[in-house]
């Protein structure tokens, strides 16, 4: 049976895009690593056609990088994109969450709660394409909730781009209490309807992930040095 692909979505294009993205959030695919096509439509058992495809999708998410004379490569972590990515997601999410903080129901609450479970279970097994899907299910409960469907479209986007950056985050285990301790207040401060005490929270949890990572990324370069 090929690797990953033993419950295939509709298309050979979707089939190879859902593998490749969980190797690179899984990290089988480390950063700054060579996409190989030939190799990848071997071991899924596709023409090159559907992998080109998948790899065009991933790279307009950020997943991967394209040029000329290295062809494509999982992306590198850049503590400065991440900033300015951060710095989009402030003003949108803010924005989102103000929209939202009226209409925030039991259900909504719920939904978090039972999001919020499966992240810590996940973090535990080292699940970390379940822990990526029941995070952004958890924040997504609150954005929309604001209704606002073109705004929650370029949120989605940012979060794609995210996600790399996010799955480093988790997978070097970078203060996992805190993390949860961040989550929890979340989830409390909707249940309040305290808008600003979820601004705070969202603003915090926002800048130690930059920071950790910052770090983390200096530390390594100096010991290469």
Avoid: C
């Amino acid at each position: 049976m090929r690797p990953g692909l033993s419950k295939r979505p509709p298309t050979a294009q979707a089939a190879v895009l859902q593998e490749l993205r969980r190797e690179i959030l899984s990290g089988d695919l480390v950063p700054g690593s060579q996409i190989m096509q030939d190799e990848i439509a071997e071991r899924y058992g596709v023409s090159r056609v559907p992998v080109r495809d998948a790899l065009r999708t991933l790279e307009g998410q950020g997943l991967v990088t394209y040029s000329p004379h290295r062809g494509y490569q999982v992306t590198r972590i850049d503590v400065e994109e991440l900033q300015q990515i951060q710095d989009i997601r402030q003003i949108l999410e803010s924005e989102a969450l103000r929209e939202a903080v009226d209409n925030i129901s039991a259900e909504t609450i719920a939904a978090m709660t039972a999001d919020l479970d499966t992240m810590i279970r996940a973090e535990k097994e080292a699940d970390w394409s379940e822990w990526l899907a029941a995070h952004r299910r958890f924040h997504f409960a609150l954005f929309e909730m604001s209704g606002r469907k073109h705004l929650l479209r370029i949120l989605s986007q940012m979060w794609d781009v995210s996600d790399l950056y996010r799955s480093y985050y988790m997978k070097t285990r970078l203060s996992e209490l805190r993390d949860r301790q961040e989550h929890r207040r979340l989830l409390n401060a909707a249940r309040d309807h305290d808008v600003d005490a979820m601004l705070e929270t969202m603003h915090t949890h926002r800048t130690g992930t930059v920071e950790s990572i910052r770090s983390t990324v200096s530390g390594g370069t100096r010991s290469a040095e």
